[in-house]
């Protein structure tokens, strides 16, 4: 089948270490050259430029500045203080504190790798000098900061929108409950990580002062996810729009208000952030001129015969997705896994009449799961730089998280109000 071909020679190429753009540019000049294919190279230049040419990808680089904007900007900081202030008592209560950060935080960067920077950096040397094990705490930030990637600036939303068609408003709206949920279970864990090691069994409670110091002091970060989430939802704007809402709010909040970075920062900051898109972009019109060959050779018309002589029900079908994203997360990141897969995967998630919304939240979070574990886990990596501690051992203290992330991405498959529940409120 050439759909197995072609993506064993992709997996030969990428694990051989050529980069990620050169093995998705190699595939598919290889693959019609072996196959004989008529087609002229011309054509994969043709699609690979029209990839990304849709008006909406202007959103991918509003989104990592944005995220460039208020990780450097203090209002990670200001989040940090907050949630401690109002949850650090509870048992695990600093760890609780690491999920409600990185929940809300993500509410307004939408990048896990912001994410899990801005609050790492802060919470990391409270959580040691508590005395949690550092591996934990490196695994606990990594699986608390994907939780970015379930809110409306979510860029895999974003490209699952460019691909499938559907709203980009309703599926920022779809990923809140399914966010709220793993925050919640990865909550309990911690209140049953600090009980069983008692490493935190919850520190004195906050006075009503020092709570309302701690609210009045991060009021305007905190209401800034408010007017990105009502906004989208209400529709007084598009999810586009909310990103440039977003950078436009976090300068004023950064440069104004908090006064955390100045003017002569932001040349910098713009300057990772095109590099950040570029390559992006790149990979964007790399899997573009693949997922093209894909179509022209009916290879998802061949896939979707051989998973209907499988599976024969839709809960089989989403077991099936399921366990092939978890392997391929384990060697692709999110953002190409995502490209490559969804052509495949639509038509036959129409055919068992799967809501395609709650079908972009399910394959989403399934594939950003790979952001936490090895070999590639770019966001445990940079947990575990935070932690000081070696990837080995964060891998074993991975396990307890990483289970509970299985368990959430079983309630968002197989319960679909969870994601559609606030896209039918909507107007």
Not at 369 to 394: E, Q
């Amino acid at each position: 089948m050439l759909a197995a071909e072609t993506f064993g020679l992709f997996m030969i190429i990428a694990l051989a270490g050529v980069p990620l753009l050169y093995a998705l540019l190699a595939s598919t000049v290889v693959i019609i050259w072996i196959k004989g294919f008529s087609y002229p190279l011309e054509t994969i230049f043709l699609t690979y430029i029209s990839g990304v040419e849709p008006f909406m990808l202007i959103a991918v680089p509003l989104f990592i500045f944005a995220g460039e904007v208020l990780s450097r900007g203090g209002v990670g900081k200001r989040i940090v203080n907050f949630t401690r202030a109002t949850l650090g008592f509870l048992p695990g209560g600093l760890g609780i504190v690491t999920v409600a950060s990185c929940l809300m935080f993500g509410g307004v960067s939408g990048s896990a790798l912001a994410d899990t920077a801005a609050i790492g950096s802060m919470v990391v040397p409270a959580m040691a000098e508590r005395g949690y094990p550092r591996p934990f705490i490196a695994a606990l930030l990594a699986c608390a900061g994907i939780l970015s990637q379930l809110m409306p600036l979510s860029i895999p939303f974003l490209v699952f929108s460019f691909l499938s068609g559907v709203s980009m408003r309703q599926l920022g709206m779809a990923g809140l409950l399914p966010a709220f949920v793993a925050a919640f279970i990865l909550s309990l864990v911690c209140v049953w990580y600090g009980k069983k090691t008692g490493c935190d069994n919850g520190a004195e409670r906050a006075t009503r002062r020092e709570m309302w110091l701690a609210f009045k002091d991060a009021g305007p970060a905190l209401l800034m996810p408010a007017i990105i989430v009502g906004g989208i939802w209400s529709g007084l704007f598009t999810p586009t729009e909310a990103a440039a809402v977003s950078v436009v709010y976090g300068l004023i909040m950064s440069l104004a208000l908090y006064r955390d970075i100045t003017w002569r920062d932001l040349p910098q900051m713009l300057l990772r952030s095109l590099r950040t898109s570029a390559v992006v972009m790149l990979i964007v019109g790399a899997t573009g001129a693949l997922a093209w060959l894909i179509t022209a050779e009916q290879v998802a018309v061949q896939l979707a015969a051989w998973v209907t002589s499988v599976a024969h029900r839709p809960w089989e079908f989403l077991l099936l997705v399921n366990i092939f994203l978890l392997l391929l997360g384990m060697f692709i990141e999110p953002l190409p896994a995502l490209l490559l897969t969804a052509p495949l995967l639509l038509p036959m998630a129409a055919a068992y009449h799967i809501n395609l919304v709650h079908f972009g939240v399910v394959i989403t979070f399934n594939l950003v799961i790979a952001l936490v574990h090895p070999p590639v886990g770019p966001v445990l990596f940079i947990s575990a730089k935070l932690a000081d501690v070696r990837i080995g051992v964060v891998t074993i203290a991975l396990l307890p998280l990483l289970a509970a992330l299985i368990v959430v991405l079983l309630l968002i498959t197989y319960i679909e109000p969870l994601s559609l529940l606030l896209v039918r409120a909507g107007p």
